[in-house]
């Protein structure tokens, strides 16, 4: 099955790209630039960087001046993850040609005993696993057998499939039961080693996997400059009350807790990730569906602390959260797991990569106080130092090739199916056909869903009778309802699933209406960085304010809002009751007294995700009420 995570057991049955594919619209041209440009430019600057050759000159043998930061191994694994995808997705003959290549070039880098890594173990380095706190060598492992995983599914055995199982074989070797009980810095290694043995069958990989879990948490790293907290060792997976830490390390133990409690029947552990997730989601998550709200550690911070300039919301920990909701929702059927993956990908994903796919989010704050010129283009930046624009690479770069790979399975994500229809959970021009109790059936998606809230669903094939098709309706789409082939029109409650059962016929319909017209929201008032704003959302899409369209080219610091007056919308854009203020003085401080009034404006708003596409702007979602 072409897909990145098959569990088993569950209620829901994952799709394949070879079952579902996107047909057009906003994720159609999303995934079609990834292929063109994103996948190339990543191969193009490790290339360039010299972290690909890093494979080369440790298969010499010899002595070598190695380029990157210690985790860079993973880039090359992630851009090649997303190249076995798209070669599933499309048999592109170019794409295969390249991936034969990486695949010789990094097999020549393993040691007989089935250890690859660059960084460490070769003449005049450090001894393999002597800094587990910050190698990350188990983590490029991590992200090694994902792409193996990849591999797989979509060509099945070869050159780079036995390579990762040397390495997964070594893992389990040296870390396995009577070997060294302890960890890696960086959770990666659990998911990767967990779907490996699903897709391989090996349930040496997935006892690995759960051994890592259970060791977490139990201190066996060292403090490392952050605290244990920041690598999820201070507390045993299992008693943790909320996610902590790295934002990105936290949500890839999460998504590796979760297989490992699916497959080993382990109910207690995936009740402990629920937990976890769901008082991370009321407390520790920005609007846009971002986590990690500290530069310092990428981490995040206590309840309720999100400041929107200093929201870090890495790309990364976007992926991530995806990554983690998916493996929870087929784990419960619970279809509102997907609320967040909409939001996450509509809002952090889709934006972190420019439209034309050749540069990046690092981060995603939702207050840029400065109108940043875009950054030079020879040269990978630091990956604090972008500020409001993106950059074609960092010396940190594990989010191009992280949005490569999701991408370029993005469609897997769409539906899902059982015994007795079929589920949708994104909304986008799309084909699904799979086999439902045994025979064919297929749909087709028209909609330009968020734009306009019109899903229509067609049936073209149905060979078994009654069949049921579940639509997920989202918990701010108040108003919502569903037409069934009868014609019959149903309200939905927002936050619910609509089911359609019928004995569907090719050419019936099922039409789903979404209000997404633009409406206020306003902050709980225990983040005290927001008391006293509202933001606008249309649909699941967070729009924002940027001073390009302020009067004059204003500051967006010199904004107030009156959320009194509903936004209004007009061509296609989004407009609301503004004032434009024009603050002076010596001393930024006064008397509990309104201030003077500003210049009334009616001020168009912007999708966050189109932020920093029309040259440099300060911006910000959060909007001070006047």
């Not at 290549?101 to 007989?112: D, F, N, R, V, Y």
């Not at 390495?167 to 960086?186: I, L, R, T, Y």
């Not at 507390?235 to 490992?260: C, I, K, Q, T, W």
């Not at 420019?354 to 989010?361: H, I, L, T, V």
Request: aromatic share 8%; charged share 25%.
């Amino acid at each position: 099955m072409t897909t990145p995570v098959v569990p088993g057991r569950g209620p829901l049955r994952p799709l394949g790209l070879n079952e579902v594919r996107l047909t057009g619209g906003h994720w159609g041209e999303r995934q079609a630039v990834n292929a063109a440009n994103t996948i190339g430019h990543c191969l193009h600057w490790l290339e360039q960087l010299g972290w690909i050759d890093n494979f080369t000159r440790a298969a010499t043998g010899a002595p070598f001046e190695r380029a990157g930061r210690e985790f860079s191994d993973s880039e090359v694994y992630k851009l090649a993850e997303a190249m076995a995808w798209e070669i599933g997705r499309t048999g592109d003959p170019g794409l295969e040609a390249r991936f034969a290549e990486l695949t010789a070039i990094i097999g020549a880098a393993q040691e007989e005993d089935g250890y690859l890594n660059t960084m460490f173990g070769h003449p005049g380095q450090r001894p393999r696993y002597s800094e587990l706190e910050w190698g990350h060598e188990l983590y490029c492992y991590g992200h090694l057998l994902q792409a193996g995983v990849a591999r797989l599914r979509c060509y099945g055995e070869d050159g780079f499939t036995r390579l990762c199982r040397r390495a997964a074989d070594h893992v389990c070797d040296v870390f396995g039961p009577g070997g060294a009980e302890k960890v890696c810095g960086h959770a990666e290694i659990e998911v990767g080693l967990a779907e490996f043995a699903r897709a391989t069958g090996e349930t040496r990989y997935l006892e690995q996997a759960r051994l890592f879990i259970e060791r977490r948490g139990t201190r066996t790293l060292g403090d490392g400059g952050f605290g244990r907290a920041y690598y999820q060792d201070d507390v045993p997976v299992r008693e943790a009350e909320v996610l902590r830490g790295h934002a990105v390390r936290a949500l890839y133990l999460s998504a590796g807790a979760v297989d490992v409690a699916v497959d080993t029947g382990d109910d207690a552990l995936l009740e402990a990730v629920r937990r976890q997730w769901d008082r991370t989601l009321a407390r520790r998550t920005h609007l846009t569906g971002g986590m990690g709200s500290r530069y310092i550690d990428e981490a995040f911070g206590p309840d309720f602390a999100l400041p929107p300039d200093r929201a870090y919301s890495e790309s990364c920990a976007g992926v991530a959260a995806v990554m983690t909701a998916w493996r929870l929702m087929l784990a419960t059927g619970d279809l509102g797991y997907s609320d967040l993956i909409e939001r996450v990908a509509w809002n952090v994903l889709s934006g972190a990569a420019a439209p034309d796919g050749r540069s990046f989010f690092y981060a995603n704050p939702l207050h840029v106080r400065t109108a940043d010129p875009l950054p030079p283009g020879d040269g990978a930046l630091p990956h604090q130092a972008a500020g409001g624009q993106r950059a074609p690479w960092y010396d940190v770069s594990c989010c191009p090739t992280n949005l490569a790979r999701t991408f370029a399975q993005f469609a897997v994500y769409l539906a899902t199916a059982d015994e007795t229809g079929v589920q949708l959970h994104q909304y986008a021009p799309a084909s699904v056909d799979t086999v439902v109790g045994g025979s064919r059936f297929a749909l087709t998606m028209v909609t330009s869903y968020p734009d306009d809230g019109a899903v229509v669903v067609r049936v073209e094939a149905n060979d078994g009778g009654e069949r049921t098709v579940s639509l997920r309706i989202p918990a701010w789409a108040e108003g919502a309802s569903v037409t069934g082939p009868d014609g019959t029109t149903t309200e939905v409650e927002a936050g619910s699933t609509a089911a359609v059962t019928a004995d569907f016929g090719p050419g019936d319909e099922i039409r789903l209406h979404l209000p997404v017209t633009a409406r206020w929201t306003v902050p709980d008032p225990r983040i005290d960085a927001v008391r006293g704003c509202a933001a606008v959302e249309r649909g699941p899409v967070v729009l924002c304010a940027e001073s390009i369209d302020l009067p004059g080219g204003a500051d967006v610091a010199e904004l107030t809002v009156d959320a009194s007056v509903p936004p209004v919308e007009r061509d296609g854009r989004v407009f609301v009751s503004a004032q434009v203020h024009d603050r002076d003085g010596d001393w930024p401080y006064g008397p509990a007294t309104p201030d003077g009034e500003g210049k009334s404006a009616e001020v168009a708003l912007i999708p966050f995700r189109r932020r920093a596409t029309r040259g440099p702007a300060s911006m910000r979602v959060w909007l001070p009420l006047g």
